[in-house]
């Protein structure tokens, strides 16, 4: 086996945004992160439930106004004669 082939993993030192130092060894070197399992909301049971029932209401609501709009466009489109000068082939 060649000599040097595996990495140095020197302590390390993770400190977390809300105060939690976790120690280990990695080849990273200490650093800080901003969210770690104390204070992650699946890991503390705190979930922000989000109200998904009203944003498939608003989104029924916002399309549901205007269906005859989005019908007669291609119907128009089909009638107006190509650009360019030529006519089209059959």
């Known amino acids: 086996m060649k000599p040097e082939m595996h990495p140095v993993y020197p302590p ?5 945004a809300c105060g939690n130092v976790v120690e280990t060894h990695s080849t990273r ?3 800080s ?8 909301p699946f890991f503390t049971g ?19 106004a205007n269906p005859a709009k989005d019908a007669a466009a291609p ?14 082939k059959a």
């Open 75 to 88: 119907a128009e489109g089909a009638a107006a004669p190509a650009k360019g000068g030529k006519k089209a």
């Open 33 to 40: 992160v901003e969210v770690c399992s104390n204070c992650h």
């Open 12 to 16: 390390a030192r993770i400190t977390c």
């Open 46 to 64: 705190k979930y922000k439930l989000m109200d998904t029932a009203g944003r498939i209401d608003r989104f029924r609501k916002k399309y549901a």
């Open 29 to 31: 070197g200490s650093f």
